[in-house]
């Protein structure tokens, strides 16, 4: 599971702005083979540098003949590896490739359809002749490029995939990569393994072994630091690290007040006691508080609560001879959004990544760059990291600061902090902890009027929320049993002070994002 050419099998995707374009990339990577989405503008010479056994075209907003349409440089079709394009993909290669015609459609195709196929392409191998399958287009193909003929049709697609089997080139108007094809995975791993002939040798303990390898060869005899946030990605980026260099990692936990109930305690006992590494924690709790102390616009929150954290680590650093290094859990999905992906080397320059000021003068070590956060949960069980803090809920850097809606203040901080404790456990008592991807309260800065013990209160609404999602790019509402909303809301008002109302957050993102602030 290396992200270096030559060292594993992988597969580019080219990413023309498509809505499934990382579901692509997954899809590979679930067949056990290393996947990168790349931008379409990535060039040939960089592409070909990375030796990849084949190439995905994404699909794409736009329409191929539009002006300012996103492209690809034709030399790609010239690289003597197999490509195949997916909608918008397809029509791409209809419209560079000489012979091709990409036409609007008279009537567009949205949603299922059922398509059918000649099995006798290798792409097609194994595939039942008429299937479900997954459309969204406009466009279509009105004649397929030279040398190409057709391999699949639907009732409104006369050209719903081509095949060009003398030079490895193949194309699908439909979404192989959604569930709602019904056999699109087998048509992916078709390509993947018989035409690309890749061997599915990307495994978490291959991964592990790799990283912890490369990291002992760059770091030699330098100390490396780490900044713990007890966080899914830190903790297992800290493992792997510490099995290549051992007691020359020290990693810092910062606790600014803003964690989680009980996550200093767990992060001591899994990194001090389990794992025997050295782990510095620094109180800077009051430090934190002060200067939130009447703030109440989020982005001039999350700008304090930065900087201070960055005053904080530097001067705890600085405590340490010899820090070389500095090691950060960025994953695959932070890359992609950062516009990154075409630069996916384990260890590189440091460039004030995370906020971090380039004065610093460390260079920067990122084990998990390549993965996505699924597969992040998977290298923690793989280095024998304690379940619950694999399955840990994903925690925004600046902590509980942007769940309490308004003026951050120890109260509120320490309100929230039970709140969501108390959503945490029923949520695992449940037995739901696996499947909902977030969950969490939140402090809304409101307060109405209640009655508890024949009295009358003016106290604070605590705010539920919780959400399902793959990638944290799209995310619906979870649907909680009503039992379990019950008991949440049984608990905190009778156990949280200061608390009389609960209510559940059923906003999907988008329109919301996951987090209130």
């Avoid at 393994?193 to 912890?212: A, D, F, H, L, P």
């Avoid at 760059?369 to 992040?376: G, P």
Wanted: hydrophobic share 35%; proline share 5%.
């Amino acid at each position: 599971m290396s992200p270096d050419a030559g060292t594993t099998d992988r597969i580019a995707v080219i990413d023309f702005g498509g809505q499934y374009s990382q579901l692509i990339a997954r899809r590979i990577r679930e067949a056990d083979i290393h996947s990168l989405l790349l931008p379409h503008d990535t060039p040939v010479d960089e592409l070909k540098d990375l030796e990849p056994k084949g190439v995905i075209l994404s699909g794409g907003p736009a329409s191929v003949y539009g002006e300012g349409a996103p492209t690809v440089d034709e030399g790609l079709f010239s690289l003597d590896v197999p490509v195949l394009g997916i909608c918008y993909g397809m029509q791409l290669m209809s419209h560079l490739l000489p012979g091709g015609d990409v036409e609007k459609a008279d009537k567009c195709e949205y949603g299922r359809a059922t398509v059918t196929l000649d099995t006798g392409t290798a792409l097609f191998r194994g595939v039942t002749g008429q299937t479900e399958c997954w459309m969204s287009h406009g466009d279509r193909v009105e004649s397929v490029p030279d040398e190409f003929v057709v391999a699949g049709e639907t009732e409104n697609a006369p050209v719903a995939a081509m095949a060009d089997e003398r030079r490895f080139l193949y194309g699908v108007q439909f979404h192989p990569e959604v569930t709602h094809t019904e056999q699109g995975q087998r048509i992916l791993e078709n390509f993947a393994y018989r035409i690309c002939g890749c061997t599915g040798n990307w495994t978490s303990k291959q991964y592990v072994t790799e990283q912890i390898e490369k990291i002992r060869k760059a770091v030699g005899e330098n100390q490396v630091i780490c900044g713990l946030s007890g966080g899914v990605d830190s903790s297992v980026a800290a493992a792997i690290v510490h099995e290549a260099v051992g007691n020359q990692l020290t990693c810092i936990l910062v606790d600014h007040g803003l964690l989680r109930h009980g996550e200093v305690d767990e992060v001591r006992h899994t990194f001090e006691d389990t794992f025997g590494m050295d782990l510095r924690v620094v109180d800077a709790r009051d430090q934190f508080f002060n200067r939130l102390q009447g703030v109440t616009d989020p982005e001039e929150k999350r700008s304090i609560i930065g900087e201070a954290f960055i005053d904080v680590f530097e001067e705890e650093a600085e405590r340490i001879d010899g820090a070389a290094y500095l090691v950060q859990g960025t994953i695959y999905s932070d890359v992609i959004e950062s516009g990154g992906a075409t630069n996916a080397s384990t260890i590189k320059s440091h460039h004030n990544v995370g906020g971090l000021p380039e004065q610093m003068g460390l260079d920067l070590i990122e084990p998990l760059r390549s993965l996505f956060k699924d597969e992040v949960r998977e290298v923690g069980e793989e280095l024998g990291l304690p379940e619950e803090l694999v399955w840990r809920q994903p925690f925004p850097g600046p902590g509980l600061g942007i769940r309490v809606l308004g003026e951050v203040t120890p109260e509120k901080a320490g309100i929230l902090r039970q709140a969501d404790a108390i959503i945490r456990e029923v949520i695992a008592d449940a037995g739901l902890q696996r499947e909902v991807w977030q969950y969490f309260a939140t402090l809304p800065n409101m307060q109405s009027v209640g009655v508890q013990g024949d009295e009358r209160t003016y106290s604070y609404t605590v705010g539920v929320r919780a959400v399902t999602s793959e990638d944290a790019m799209t995310a619906d509402w979870a649907r909680l049993p009503h039992d379990v909303l019950d008991t949440i809301s049984t608990r905190i008002t009778n156990e949280v002070p200061d608390v009389n109302r609960v209510v559940y957050d059923i906003t999907s993102k988008p329109p919301a994002t996951i987090e209130w602030e």
